[in-house]
């Protein structure tokens, strides 16, 4: 164990804190050895299928669509999102627990909330996507045009950005001496308040309404524009043509799904209860989930299909 293991007390509790340990997992070292593999093996998984979309987006017929450079910059989103907690999280699980710098943990919560909310960001635009591409098809073109695509996705970016500075900011200026112990395995945001020594009500308040207010209103963008896409489906005479209207938004919405249900389940835990099944949650939509929506796009996306075909075909001809 490293001596970053230690909690301030006495005379050391107005010391300010430098670096902190962040516990990770309290298991056997064949538990660790076995968890690391299989965290290990997830990660690169998920570097490789994210990749590969993104690849195909670029060197493919696909790119002239706006559903697809959408969908490529939620890959890219994932790969920085899961980049951010994975190899931190493997060294920490491989040392049995592991010392960082304060300002790498505040980097690590800076970078892992950009990305995360780059994607919901990023889904909320691709249900507007697909609410055009259903109910205005004869329009579609038109409205979502290459400029407006760039705009979007640029939005999306700088807007789950500057929510993620403001949260640092407002963090950063609380005194940080109560204790230099994470038990958790990264820099969360509970995690770090509980590390200050200062009266953290405002930060929490400002922190939480920038977050649960965008999130929010992410996600009744969402449930709104899949609520006219239903509508717009009910009214289609045929069955094979609301079948292929449904396949249009069906890998969309299975990501959706996914990651909201993830998303919801870790915050009904409530905060400092059940700390094993908040970690295990956790895990779930920083490891797991970037690994499940490149599956998802790909087996129920049949030009993806169609594309990963074409690709290899073309690797063989080489």
């Known amino acids: ?30 538990y660790r050895l076995l968890l690391f593999n299989m965290f290990l093996i997830i990660y690169i998984l998920t570097l490789a299928c994210n990749l590969l979309i993104i690849l195909l ?12 450079v959408f969908l490529s910059n939620l890959s890219l989103s994932e790969v920085l999102f899961t980049s951010s907690i994975a190899p931190p999280m493997l060294h920490v699980i491989h040392r049995d627990g592991a010392t960082f710098p304060l300002v790498g943990c505040f980097i690590q ?7 995360a909310g780059t994607e919901s960001f990023l889904l909320s635009v691709m249900s507007y996507d697909r609410f055009l591409a259903i109910c205005k098809p004869l329009n579609y073109r038109l409205i979502m045009n290459p400029r407006l695509c760039l705009s979007l996705i640029l939005v999306c970016w700088t807007l789950a950005f500057l929510i993620m500075s403001i949260s640092l900011t407002f963090l950063k200026t609380l005194n940080f001496c109560s204790s230099n112990i994470i038990d958790h395995f990264f820099c969360d945001f509970s995690p770090l308040l509980k590390l200050s020594c200062s009266d953290t009500s405002i930060v929490e308040m400002v922190v939480s309404l920038l977050s649960s207010s965008a999130t929010m209103l992410l996600f009744l963008a969402i449930v709104a524009s899949y609520g006219f896409i239903i509508q717009a489906i009910t009214r289609i005479s045929s069955a094979k043509g609301k079948k292929k209207a449904f396949s249009t938004c069906s890998s969309h ?14 915050y009904v835990v409530p905060p400092g209860h059940l700390l094993v099944a908040n970690k295990v949650l956790s895990l ?18 049949e030009e993806i299909k169609a594309a990963i075909k074409q690709t290899l075909t073309f690797i063989r001809r080489i």
Do not use: H
Not at 57 to 68: H, R, W
Not at 291 to 300: A, D, K, S, V
């Open 284 to 301: 779930l939509y920083t490891v797991i989930t970037p690994l499940l929506n490149p599956f998802i796009y790909t087996l129920r996306n």
């Open 57 to 68: 987006m670029l060197f493919s017929e696909l790119s002239s669509s706006p559903m697809y």
């Open 253 to 266: 919405l299975g990501v959706v799904s996914t990651y909201y249900a993830t998303m919801i389940m870790v």
């Open 109 to 115: 919560f800076f970078l892992f909330g950009s990305f």
């Open 1 to 30: 164990m490293e001596s970053g293991f230690q909690q301030f007390s006495g005379t050391q509790n107005k010391s300010s804190v430098s670096k902190v340990f962040i516990v990770g997992f309290k298991i056997p070292f064949n």
